[in-house]
């Protein structure tokens, strides 16, 4: 168990829906991120916030939206789905921003449109 | 960060080490190696990381060559259930916060 909880494990919508993704960090880290993996593009980063605000921006759509909230929990919000859209994302979570400190990943969201 | 090679699968005997290689020629001096699995579309695990110096954990062994150009993670006695994707990455260790660039990995296959 990594201790980032991510909620939630499966969802299935249409496409031109829009669903929000959450996720909560280990117990005392700062930093989220978020990676999407689709069967022919491999783990791609998404997007990272640290203490609130964003640090770093991957290759997220423009559809695609995130905050982390004061509490640390983190939300991935996907708007006008497209069958594209239908991989695993997945939450990761590091006591800092700092490139040195591993992070840790969730379990993953499997989003599925249909 | 570094570009790294790995082979794309390899098969271990029950109860054998497994050696898994990384190349990573490219490797800058403030750059860690990092090695992570990912089991069945589960979210990857963490192992091991290093700098310059060999790292052992409850999990694995991290062997950097001398000149960095090229590591090795070593499960000690690999079971069925290490049977996953691995996965080495090159990342720097200061400045900026940066996100973790996966390759291909290795499919390690730990066969009965």
């Known amino acids: 168990d990594s201790g980032v909880t991510q909620t939630p494990k499966h969802l299935i919508t249409a496409t031109g829906q829009r669903v929000t993704l959450r996720c909560s960090p280990r117990s005392g880290d700062l930093s989220v991120y978020w990676y999407q993996q689709s069967l022919d593009q491999g783990l791609q980063f998404l997007i990272q916030y640290y203490n609130g605000e964003e640090r770093a921006k991957g290759n997220i759509l423009e559809r695609f939206s995130a905050q982390q909230f004061p509490d640390l929990h983190s939300e991935l919000n996907l708007s006008s789905l497209e069958l594209g859209d239908s991989a695993l994302y997945f939450c990761a979570s590091s006591s800092t921003g700092g490139a040195g400190q591993p992070q840790h990943f969730g379990d993953g969201t499997r989003l599925s449109i249909l | ?112």
């Open chain 2, 1 to 112: 960060d570094a570009k790294t090679t790995q082979p794309p699968s390899m098969d271990c005997a029950e109860g054998r080490a497994a050696n898994l290689p990384c190349n990573h020629s490219t490797i800058s001096g403030n750059e860690y190696v990092y090695w992570y699995r990912q089991i069945h579309s589960q979210g990857p695990q963490y192992i091991i990381h290093g700098l310059k110096n060999n790292e052992t954990n409850e999990m694995a062994s991290l062997i950097i060559t001398e000149d960095r150009k090229s590591s090795t993670l070593i499960l000690p006695h690999a079971t069925l259930r290490d049977t996953a994707v691995y996965y080495c990455i090159v990342r720097v260790f200061s400045g900026s916060a940066r996100q973790l660039t996966f390759g291909s990995g290795t499919q390690l296959t730990v066969l009965p």
